[in-house]
């Protein structure tokens, strides 16, 4: 169970990696937070604790959960919230599924996932589990805006100590293909609602025949609302998708599509469904019937088509049918190339955002099944933003790879407050059910938009209030005017939603009288603007809408930083309070993989400290709680001897990992403290706790590196025992005594 009041800091209980960290964590900012009078409670928003809370009425006493992210979604619109909020899985529906099997086999018991509703209460069923998929959680939290950089000390250690780059050859035949009719941008459709049009707002699906079909009977739209409305066209997208294998067959390269179905719940799993059918589509025309019996559906994946084909009596049959096939396609960028999973296997494992930065960084390299590196087609099906990756891809092959060591900073100022844009869309998108006309009916009669659509097209509409656009205007105005550098807001005034914002944008820049200080460039060019200024060592704020935001916040950490699970997120909410997000966490499933084979965690928790140093200082604000100020800045004092001192996890078994960084991220953070003179108090306070880490530091060290090397049991993947984690985690006695 969650903490039932409300603590000074809500430290969130997430999954994988981050949540392994915090067992080993959370017990020392516990003991030195309490020096200063401030709690650190948790509320559990991970994806097992989602689905426990979900279904209260079936499970026992003990093993209810209160609807924490509720809690919190009303927390983070009071003044008081102070939230460091770490990267929680935004699950797929295999994801999904492998959690609530995860459960039902350690006694929850909990209904199977509806695959296919047919009575009300398993339509009911699956609505309650639709609500736990993909960005379920960052929706309800972020009430306000992003301000997002590379934190001063982790910038410094990077170039100091530069990380590995691929080379990039100007003859490199990886590119980016995307579409250029048909798709989200192309068919987007954007107005900014007037009072007399604002207020409930239905969307329905005018048939062939005539026949209305209410998709959405109440979508509630303020005035001033900029309300995106758009379809991606199932032929258009099939077309193209069979174009591109193709030709990446006759180029001889990798085929690799990149999508974030985690995020994109609703639409972007049928857009990876699609290019499972361009596969092996061939298989399910053959063998439609009887997968469709057995519960194969190309959305899931190439790794669920094989386990449904592993229990028909056919399997010899289509295995050899689906090995055909396969071998007439070109070679599939692999997540794993030793294991054999490939880029279609799930949905979830290529996420653009954190696949494409990675493979730049590569030098443009992807590995191939045959386990060597090769140049890949990458495959963008929605324009919006392709050309950001073709971009920065041509870049690179002009200029080579940037240099780590030299590189300046790319900082982002994010409109994501109040659901804004696409991530907030998935309530309002859908897959047509039959032909005709989708319609946005507003509150006073009006036909906002139109769109003409055929059965499997995907329809959405996507909105962005005036509040947080102001707020995201302003926010800008105020980090430009801090660092005094160059800043681009990323807006193409050829894309109907962008136009709208510009709409906004620049009255507001001229009624600050800052419109000089700006530059408003569509995302390509402000691509390669940016690039030509990080090398030159300067630093540009990019100033970007919600999508744009993810997507700008992985790729230029990854190139600068070698990873985006360091930088420094503040949140600062619209109606007071702040929320400190810790960094990305898509590489937590290959470092608990890595823990339960060898018992070594490579997660590293620099986001964590320098969210934690952010919360702190904000507390001792808001609560006039000098301790708490003190306690913040050394932090990040020890965050910097962190990085100094090489602290940060190894990747290799046998080598320190992410428990030692914790102990020795304590020891500085004690140090600081013990030796500051604002506070003689808290010097007094943590003397005897340095001197007892410093002498101890061998011991310590000793048991930390013994608990490496056989398998570790943390009795589960998505819902772990917290007894197995905390002996995990925690495995040097002495440090245990130390900190309590």
């Avoid at 409300?6 to 997430?14: A, G, L, M, S």
């Avoid at 396609?329 to 979830?348: A, C, F």
């Avoid at 969210?611 to 800045?633: D, F, H, P, Q, R």
Wanted: proline share 5%; hydrophobic share 40%.
């Amino acid at each position: 169970m969650s903490d039932t009041n409300t603590p000074d800091i809500v430290y969130t209980k997430v999954d994988e990696a981050p949540e392994l960290a915090s067992a080993s964590l959370l017990p020392i900012i516990r003991t030195f937070a309490a020096a200063a009078g401030v709690t650190v409670g948790t509320r559990d928003i991970s994806l097992a604790g989602r689905i426990i809370a979900a279904f209260p009425e079936q499970l026992t006493e003990a093993q209810r959960q209160t609807d924490d992210l509720a809690v919190l979604g009303e927390l983070v619109k009071s003044p008081e919230a102070n939230v460091i909020k770490l990267p929680n899985i935004s699950a797929s529906v295999p994801q999904l599924v492998a959690a609530l099997k995860e459960l039902q086999s350690q006694g929850f018991d909990l209904p199977d996932y509806p695959e296919n509703p047919q009575t009300d209460a398993e339509k009911a069923t699956r609505a309650r589990f639709d609500a736990i998929k993909g960005s379920a959680v960052n929706p309800v939290l972020r009430e306000g805006n992003s301000d997002r950089r590379a934190a001063v000390a982790v910038k410094n250690y990077a170039m100091a100590n530069p990380h590995s780059m691929g080379k990039w050859s100007p003859d490199s035949k990886t590119h980016v293909s995307t579409m250029s009719a048909g798709d989200f941008r192309s068919n987007e459709q954007s107005s900014t609602l007037t009072a007399a049009q604002a207020g409930d707002a239905r969307i329905e699906l005018v048939g062939r025949d005539g026949s209305v079909t209410v998709l959405k009977d109440s979508v509630n739209y303020p005035a001033g609302t900029v309300v995106d409305t758009t379809f991606m066209s199932a032929r258009a997208l099939s077309a193209f998708l069979a174009e591109q294998v193709a030709a990446t067959k006759e180029a001889g390269i990798l085929f690799s599509i990149h999508l974030k179905a985690t995020m994109m719940k609703v639409s972007d799993p049928i857009l990876f469904g699609h290019a499972v059918t361009a596969f092996v589509g061939p298989v399910f025309e053959k063998y439609g019937d009887k997968l469709k019996a057995a519960g194969a559906n190309p959305n899931a994946g190439l790794a669920d088509l094989h386990a449904r084909v592993a229990g028909m009596p056919e399997k010899d049959e289509i295995e050899a049918e689906i090995a055909a096939v396969m071998a007439e396609r070109p070679p599939l960028y692999m997540v794993n190339s030793d294991k054999g999973i490939t880029n279609l296997h799930v949905p979830s494992d290529v996420i653009i955002d954190a696949s494409l930065p990675a493979l730049i960084r590569a030098g443009g390299k992807g590995w191939g099944p045959d386990g060597t590196e090769a140049d890949a087609n990458c495959v963008i099906p929605d324009s919006s933003y392709a050309s950001v990756y073709d971009a920065a891809i041509e870049d690179c092959k002009a200029n080579g790879a940037i240099d780590p060591a030299t590189v300046g900073t790319v900082q982002n100022v994010g409109l994501m407050a109040q659901k804004a844009e696409e991530y907030g869309s998935h309530p309002t998108t859908f897959e047509v059910p039959h032909a005709g006309m989708v319609r946005v009916v507003l509150a006073n009669g009006d036909i906002l938009s139109e769109h003409e659509v055929e059965a499997g097209d995907i329809w959405r509409a996507a909105s962005s209030r005036k509040a947080p656009i102001e707020d995201w205007v302003q926010l800008a105005i105020d980090r430009q005017a801090a660092e005094n550098c160059q800043a681009i807001f990323w807006l193409d005034e050829t894309r109907a939603h962008d136009a709208q914002l510009i709409a906004h944008v620049k009255p507001l820049l001229e009624a600050a009288g800052v419109t000089d200080r700006f530059r408003i460039l569509p995302p390509r060019e402000a691509t390669h603007v940016s690039f030509e200024t990080i090398r030159k060592g300067e630093t540009s704020i990019a100033v970007t809408g919600n999508v744009l935001r993810d997507y700008l916040t992985d790729l230029f950490p990854i190139l600068e930083l070698g990873t985006s699970a360091k930088m420094l997120s503040i949140v600062k909410l619209m109606n007071g309070g702040g929320m400190f997000e810790t960094g990305a966490g898509g590489s937590a499933p290959k470092h608990v993989q890595q823990l339960m084979e060898e018992n070594h965690l490579r997660w590293d928790s620099l986001g964590e400290f320098c969210a934690l140093g952010e919360s702190l200082k904000y507390l001792a604000t808001v609560k006039n709680n000098a301790k708490a100020k003190v306690l913040g800045e050394a932090v990040e004092l020890a965050t910097q001897q962190v990085l100094d001192n090489d602290r940060s996890p190894s990747r290799r078994v046998g080598q320190p990992d992410n428990r030692d960084s914790h102990f020795y991220f304590a020891l500085y953070w004690a140090q600081a403290l013990a030796t500051q003179t604002e506070d003689t108090e808290l010097s007094a306070h943590f003397a005897p706790l340095a001197k007892a880490l410093t002498e101890n530091e061998a011991a310590i060290v000793a048991d930390l590196a013994a608990a490496q090397g056989s398998p570790a049991d943390t009795g589960g993947y998505y819902h772990p025992e917290p007894a197995k984690v905390s002996s995990v985690m925690r495995p040097s006695e002495t440090l245990n005594k130390i900190i309590g």
